[in-house]
């Protein structure tokens, strides 16, 4: 499975981006979600979603505000973030396993990462 995750770049504070995840090879794990790690911080979950169980769960710092959903029929996930804030500066992950969780290390394949930078 390779994961391709794309649409960071730079926003002002209460901008909204869009960050789109694509799956390719094999096919791809049930759970899918997205973590984000700021310079000098531990790598953090963000949000995830279960294709077969309908599971989601979003963390709070990032509730209210940041959406997940996926398209099945093209395989891509999606997180809208609006009223980004600077604290929501980070290299955002897309990663895909076979279970719900929020740890790192329940996900089996990682993309490459998008950077976000959120400044006025």
């Known amino acids: 499975v390779q994961l391709q995750a794309s649409g960071g770049g730079l926003a002002q504070p209460g901008d909204s981006l869009r960050l789109s995840c694509a799956a390719s090879?094999?096919?791809?794990?049930?759970?899918m979600g997205w973590f984000r790690q700021a310079p000098g911080k531990e790598r953090e979950f963000v949000a995830a979603?279960?294709?077969?169980?309908?599971?989601?769960y979003v963390a709070r710092p990032v509730r209210g505000r940041f959406t997940i959903s996926r398209d099945n029929a093209k395989d891509i996930l999606v997180l809208q973030m609006n009223d980004l804030k600077p604290e929501d500066t980070a290299i955002y992950y897309c990663?895909?396993?076979?279970?719900?969780?929020?740890?790192?290390?329940?996900?089996?394949?990682w993309g490459q990462g998008t950077l976000v930078t959120v400044s006025s």
């Open positions: 979603l279960s294709q077969s169980s309908g599971w989601q």
């Open positions: 990663a895909s396993g076979t279970k719900p969780g929020t740890l790192p290390t329940a996900y089996d394949y």
């Open positions: 090879g094999p096919p791809s794990n049930p759970v």
